[in-house]
């Protein structure tokens, strides 16, 4: 695995971004956070609509009532300057995210999976969760999702219990990871 760094979104990546979402759109995955991504179906929606939106919830004065203040990043390998994945964390709990979501999502595009790059991301999110003054942060993942798992576990995640999301009906381990 090449070095990554964690950075936040800018109008010089939005090219990489398509791209990370098309691949995923192509692969039938799941786009794990990516704050909307999912939703933007043009490229040039990438700088009128998920970029200010992402924006938005950077800042707590202007996250939309019922939602999280989040930080978004984009995942960078260092040697060729290649968007791998992104991760996003929220900085406090709804009622869904604290059932369901929890503090941090992710994912790796599907063509760069396997090759470290989920944990080493993670790795790299936890000091900044840290700097929010979490003591600790919650992960959920699918429970068919062994890679997510193992990413978790290999950061320190604990297991806390299953259960089961209704609006996907799918079922979701959290895990907790200490910060100290």
Not at 26 to 38: I, K, N, Q, V, Y
Not at 133 to 142: E, H, P, Q
Not at 155 to 166: A, L, R
Request: proline letters at 4%; charged letters at 25%; aromatic letters at 12%.
């Amino acid at each position: 695995m090449d070095t990554i760094k964690l950075i936040l979104p800018s109008e010089a990546y939005l090219d990489q971004v398509w791209a990370y979402r098309q691949e995923f759109v192509s692969a039938g995955l799941s786009m794990d956070g990516t704050s909307a991504l999912h939703k933007i179906d043009a490229p040039e929606k990438l700088w009128r609509e998920w970029l200010p939106e992402i924006l938005l919830f950077a800042d707590r004065s202007t996250v939309p009532e019922a939602y999280a203040q989040t930080t978004q990043f984009l995942s960078i390998r260092e040697s060729d300057s290649k968007l791998v994945g992104m991760i996003q964390v929220r900085h406090y709990f709804t009622d869904y995210l604290e059932k369901f979501g929890g503090h941090i999502g992710y994912s790796v595009r599907p063509s760069e999976q396997r090759k470290g790059y989920a944990k080493e991301q993670l790795r790299l999110m936890l000091p900044y969760c840290k700097e929010l003054g979490f003591d600790r942060v919650l992960i959920s993942c699918r429970n068919d999702n062994e890679g997510s798992r193992r990413t978790i576990l290999a950061n320190g995640g604990v297991y806390e219990s299953t259960v089961h999301e209704p609006k996907e009906h799918r079922d979701l381990e959290r895990y907790w990871i200490a910060l100290s």
